[in-house]
Nanobody, 121 residues
């Protein structure tokens, strides 16, 4: 599966942004999807994940209550709605796909190219 993330932007603290990740190839609904981010000088970290059907989600404590992951299997797309953004959310955001449950591990098999999110104070 190939992944293409979009929705990069520069927003002020407190603002919102929605990222999208479109998947090509077959059987999108057969993949668990995740969002990760990597800030300069830091390791890539888990942000949120969603089950194949979309019925189960998980997110990092740092974004709970602010970020929401969702998916539309008919459109082969996963989303990350980001609200109440903070400067510390500034990072390159990546979507990822894997057939297996990986929790918050970064060991997903397929990765998108990354999209920049910058939050100004």
């Amino acid at each position: 599966v190939q992944l293409q993330a979009s929705g990069r932007g520069l927003v002020q603290a407190g603002g919102s942004l929605r990222l999208s990740c479109a998947a090509s190839g077959r059987s999108f609904s057969g993949y668990r999807m995740g969002w990760f981010r990597q800030a300069p000088g830091k390791e890539r970290e888990f942000v949120a994940a969603i089950s194949r059907s979309g019925g189960s989600t998980s997110s990092a404590d740092s974004v709970k209550g602010r970020f929401t992951i969702s998916r539309d299997n008919a459109k082969n797309t996963v989303y990350l709605q980001m609200n109440s953004l903070k400067p510390e959310d500034t990072a390159v955001y990546y979507c990822a796909a894997d057939r297996n449950y990986l929790g918050n591990s970064v060991d997903y098999l397929y990765w998108g190219q990354g999209t920049q999110v910058t939050v100004s104070s």
